[in-house]
């Protein structure tokens, strides 16, 4: 891939993971740019289709572009970060990710985002307040000490 373009990517995604939200800087694996329709399924390598990903999550969502809902049951497409607004599929309670649409809770079950050792990390982010966009206060898991 073109270097300028992983660059923009990188860029653009404020250096975050586009699925999870995970800073890059609290990872001790390297981020990786997501072909987010994946080259398998034609995706091409252009802008509007990549994204930057953690390791966990890039590593669960291969080249899937559906799930199931576990709500429902039915299939899903994933989210798309460039087409999907984050806000209007995901919702943070604290450490633990929820989707409040299908796309969310497909995406969230595909990328395994909330694996326990995931939230866990996510947990001692918040309490270092090095997980921007959730506050260190106390929440449903506790009061920070
Ligand atoms: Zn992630």
Excluded at 73 to 81: D, N, T, V
Aim: proline share 7%.
């Amino acid at each position: 891939m073109d270097a300028t373009l992983a660059e923009v990517v990188r860029r653009r995604a404020a250096t975050r993971c586009e699925y999870c939200q995970l800073p890059e800087a609290a990872s001790c694996v390297p981020f990786e740019i997501d072909h987010i329709i994946s080259k398998k399924h034609r995706g091409p390598t252009s802008g509007e289709n990549l994204a930057l990903t953690c390791f966990y999550c890039n590593s669960h969502k291969g080249p899937n572009i559906a799930g199931v809902d576990p709500e429902s049951g039915a299939l899903s497409r994933l989210y798309h970060p460039r087409t999907d607004r984050w806000d209007d599929h995901f919702r943070w309670n604290r450490p633990v990710l929820l989707g409040i649409t299908a796309v969310g809770r497909a995406t969230i079950e595909v990328l395994c985002i909330n694996a326990p050792d995931f939230v866990a990390l996510r947990a001692s982010l918040i309490r270092e307040g090095l997980f921007p966009g959730i506050a260190r206060t106390a929440g449903p898991f506790g009061s920070i000490s």
